[in-house]
């Protein structure tokens, strides 16, 4: 069964940091592209960033540009998001997400549970 | 940077066919793909390839698209269908989701 299993979220301040951590099973974690997808309490979702199977391609959206870093280990079967300078509006449920890519076309299956993480004082 | 648009909500009465409609500039060149997403719960991919279904999905599950408006369908709609609904595209190596439209089925 594909599996997709996040940790690490939780409660920091403004301006701390944070790694989130996404454990893979079920598949050869090195064929794919992976992503974290957030989604804001009560809000939609928003794709964070994306790693390609062997890391040499990461693409971020541009509210995190500079805060966050996406990363991998593939011998680990995991993937990994490093949030510094943490923001008000960075609160949020991440989920880990294996991607399908196409020269048209690009989505998401599975999804994880997800992994709170709220930034407040 | 690119968009993509739903209504905010649909309503269905059980048995009838749900539409709910996904416009962006130049989606005609991209895929679409939808997802449902219950309360507490994470997305599930139901549609893929703008027509294509995941094994494991329903069909009265079904997507399609004309020009730059991506559908979908359900059809027979049942009570637990119910949720949250978002399309999704992927534009220069972004991927952008729409606002998300709100089935209700009563």
């Known amino acids: 069964e594909v599996q997709l299993v996040e940790s690490g979220g939780g409660l920091v301040q403004p301006g701390e940091s944070l790694k989130l951590s996404c454990a893979a099973s079920g598949f050869t974690f090195s064929y794919y592209w992976m992503s974290w997808v957030r989604q804001a309490p009560g809000k939609g979702l928003e794709w964070v960033a994306n790693i390609k199977q062997d890391g040499s391609e990461r693409y971020y959206v541009d509210s995190v540009k500079g805060r966050f870093t996406i990363s991998r280990d593939n011998a680990k079967n995991s993937l990994y998001l490093q949030m510094n300078s943490l923001r008000a509006e960075d609160t949020a449920v991440y989920y880990c997400?294996?991607?399908?890519?196409?020269?048209?076309?690009?989505?998401?299956?599975?999804w994880g549970q997800g992994t709170l993480v709220t930034v407040s004082s | 940077s690119y968009e993509l648009t739903q209504p905010p909500s649909v309503s269905v009465s059980p048995g009838h066919t749900a539409s709910i409609s996904c416009s962006g500039d130049t989606l005609g060149d991209k895929y679409a793909c939808w997802y449902q997403q219950k309360p507490g719960q994470s997305p599930v991919l139901v549609i893929y390839q703008d027509s294509q279904r995941p094994s494991g999905i329903p069909e009265r599950f079904s997507g399609s698209k004309s020009g730059n408006t991506a559908t979908l369908t359900i059809s027979g709609t049942q009570a637990l269908d119910e949720a949250d609904y978002y399309c999704?595209?992927?534009?220069?190596?972004?991927?952008?989701f729409g606002g998300g439209t709100k089935l209700t089925v009563l």
């Open positions: 997400a294996r991607d399908t890519l196409h020269i048209r076309g690009w989505w998401f299956d599975p």
């Open positions: 999704q595209a992927w534009d220069s190596n972004y991927v952008v």
